[in-house]
């Protein structure tokens, strides 16, 4: 008998953390840099640009608590500059991410543009057709994108200003319109994003606070029957740092170095027996 939805907590750590020997709980946000974080807000511990060996320029630290080499300068700050281009600098202008799922494969370059390619079915290759295409085709819209997930039949894309655009099956984008796009679609009813994960017929996504958010066709995942609208996962409203999902399943990882799984149990994933 397989569970349809279900919520259990791994132990992967102590169940009181201590930060500095204090009995405190790490945070991303609270202004220091402590246990897993790179830096926080401006703590930095201590690093500048040329910790990276970049010229100069200002380090910065992101809304995940990691460093953010952006306002450095030279080759290797992960920007694409207008003096450089993926043969003089393939660190910053080439592909930097790739994402596969379903029949398409797609991949981020240093611009800030995202190429599909593979089978348009439902949209997936987001270049506003529902062709095949051999040839890696940009992903239309405009939109700088940081980073991509993968379904079965749909793609999601969060962008530098945490905002999530999906495209493909209309079944597992959120919205109330169930139409497949092949244009990419901001996600509405959700807050500010760090990062997001996609399963085969759903996507979950990192909330500032920490909280995980869910939306999409498959209950296992959504935990909120055929609810396809974005939602909270129960338990989960906030001190999560880390989100992924598989097929029909998804994990957490909360602050404290505890692991949180919920979906369909098939073969124990949940770290119980199936």
């Given at each position: 008998m397989l569970s349809t939805v279900l919520l259990f907590p791994m132990a992967c750590g102590p169940a009181q953390p201590t930060v500095n020997g204090n009995d405190a709980v790490v945070g991303c946000g609270d202004g220091v840099a402590a246990g897993w974080e790179e830096c926080d807000q401006e703590d930095l511990?201590?690093?500048d640009c040329t910790t990276f060996g970049l010229a100069g320029g200002t380090l910065a630290c992101s809304r995940s608590c990691t460093y953010d080499t952006s306002g450095c300068q030279g080759c290797g700050n992960g920007v694409c500059d207008a003096d450089e281009d993926r043969v003089t600098c393939a660190e910053d202008c080439g592909a930097r991410q790739i994402a596969t799922g379903g029949l398409v494969s797609c991949s981020i370059l240093g611009t800030g543009d995202a190429f599909c390619w593979g089978n348009g079915a439902s949209g997936m290759i987001g270049d506003g057709t529902f062709t095949a295409n051999s040839l890696a085709s940009m992903v239309v819209g405009g939109l700088s994108h940081q980073a991509l997930s993968a379904g079965a039949g749909h793609m999601c894309s969060l962008t530098p200003a945490g905002l999530v655009y999906c495209w493909g099956n209309g079944e597992y984008l959120g919205a109330p319109n169930l139409e497949d796009t092949s244009v990419p679609r901001v996600v509405e009813g959700i807050p500010q994003v760090s990062s997001l994960s996609a399963s085969y017929w759903a996507t979950c996504a990192l909330g500032l606070l920490?909280?995980?958010?869910?939306?999409?066709?498959?209950?296992?995942?959504?935990t909120r029957g055929m609810d396809r609208s974005p939602g909270p996962v129960q338990g989960l409203s906030s001190g999560m740092r880390i989100v992924s999902c598989g097929g029909m399943h998804c994990c957490a990882l909360s602050a404290p170095e505890d692991l949180w799984c919920w979906g369909r149990n098939e073969s124990g994933v949940l770290g119980v027996p199936g």
């Open positions: 511990r201590e690093a920490g909280e995980v958010i869910c939306w999409g066709i498959d209950s296992n995942v959504t």
